[in-house]
């Protein structure tokens, strides 16, 4: 290091400017004084600078404007007042009609849901009342079905005890026997020929005590015993016809017609889950009872038991007859004439 510089001299340099610059005094002028601090940070005294006032629209001169210009705007207004009162006529129905139609909608949205449930709901009604139905339908079918057939089993047990008793009529009493007889004679298409009578040995007996033999000469009878065929029933032949009248058959067709009169048909089980025997709605109830008979119905066991001893009707009797031997003929037709 020089002498100098140790000496302690300050020499002038180039850049004495902006040396000194830097130690420049700051301002405080009092227009640029910050306002004074108190206790509430607040200074009465201080007020802000005035805003300079913004740039005043020019004002027109109206002796330079001329009658285009006026009119130009005259129609710049109408045109400025239309748009804003189209603007506030569109706000202000768009109000009112947003509020009209909110009701209106409201409304009909009101009643169409009400509709729409009670459709809905009745519907739902239905399909539980199809389901009760059902239900009722397979509880009451097995009690249906019972009666029929305890209906069914009363009908057949008396068929057997009509049988049984037409039989035992037949054993017992020989007017049976004798009216069989002269049904089968009557049966026959042809008259004043010897007949050939085929009967059961103690049918035979019945009617050699009820006609002598002067009589079975005169009605040119020849009786024989034959011990294949059942007691009632008998087999007359003239000539080429055969009249086969069995006592069997007879029952059968009497006691079919009465039980068809009478025999309940099985009921059948629902299959879409509603029977014929279970009525619907709330008016109506659950029904078993039995099916009305007609009135003939209920006289046909006495007809039974009273046709073993008195012969029917000759309009009941449609007899078949047929060339013997091919084929036997049914039950003649009774002319009302004593044997």
Known sequence: ????????????????????ERWDIPNYDPANAPPRDTAMNYDPGWEPAELEEDDQEPELDLSMLTADALEQIRQSAVEEGMAEGREAGFTEGKEAGFEEGKTEGFDAGKEEGYQQGMEEGQQLIEN???????????????????????????????????????????????QVILNTLREAVNALPMSGRQITIYLH????????????????????????????????????????????????DRIREM???????????????????????????????VTGEMPEQPEES????????????????????????????DADVQAGEDDGQPV
Not at 302 to 312: F, Y
């Open 1 to 20: 290091m020089s002498l100098e510089r140790r000496r302690g001299y300050i020499r002038a340099s180039e850049q004495t400017e902006d040396v000194l």
């Open 128 to 174: 539980r009342c199809h389901q009760l139905d059902a239900i009722l339908s397979k509880l009451a079918f097995p009690l249906v079905q019972v009666d029929h057939q305890v209906q069914n089993q009363m009908v057949e047990l008396v068929l057997h005890l009509a049988k049984a008793v037409i039989q035992t009529e037949v054993q017992t009493n020989p």
């Open 201 to 248: 040995p103690e049918d035979l007996d019945v009617v050699t005590t009820a006609h002598n033999v002067e009589s079975l000469r005169d009605r040119e009878w020849r009786l024989i015993a034959e011990p294949s065929i059942n007691r009632g029933d008998i087999q007359v032949a003239c000539g080429d016809s055969v009249v086969d009248y069995r006592m069997e």
């Open 255 to 285: 006691l079919t017609r009465f039980a068809g009169q009478n025999m309940a048909r099985d009921p059948e089980a629902p299959a879409d889950g509603l029977g014929a025997d279970v009525l619907q709605g709330a008016d109506k109830v």
């Open 298 to 325: 209920l006289s046909e066991p006495q007809d039974a038991l009273a046709s073993a001893g008195e012969p029917e009707p000759a309009q009941d009797v449609e007899p078949a007859i047929e060339e013997i031997p």
